[in-house]
């Protein structure tokens, strides 16, 4: 690892922990997990910024702490887009993403009742860290086939020329460290 990044977010300091994404580049790593103080303030910073919404839906995993603080602060469901099919999902809408952090294509599954509690709903997109915006994509293909509308998309985090986007929602900009 080549150091770390101090940065505040939701009005708490983190240093995040420098990686290299490849030979060029390395990337602050933002992690949700065991940090509820941070989860429990940015759900409620982004919250404050967001429309009007019926429901959330988030993709596994990173998102699901985040997705589940909104969901709680806010007294909305939210849903999780699955990585793989489950034992217990019936006809399942998949889509497939490819992801910055992650090498491989994925999918992304919803089980029809899941996708059933988006139908004609008003659904708020919700995300760790938004970079290339290609998790986004996959979830906005979910949303549709789902029958949903999307309220707005939202993440803590804009990574990279994300930041840049008038169309998403975000509490503070990462940038990329380039070598």
Known sequence: ??????MTIAGLERELPLCPL???IDIAAFVMFSDVEITVASAAELLKKCPDFDVILTAESKGIPLGYEMSRQSGKPYVVARKSVKLYMNDPVSVTVKSITTEARQALYL???????????RVLVVDDVISTGE???ALEKLVSAAGGEISAEAAVLAEGDAADRTDIIFLEKLPLFIK
């Open 1 to 6: 690892m080549a150091g770390t990044y101090k």
């Open 22 to 24: 490849n030979d060029k």
């Open 111 to 121: 089980s029809a009742d899941k996708a059933a509690m988006l139908n004609g709903k």
């Open 135 to 137: 998790s986004l994509k």
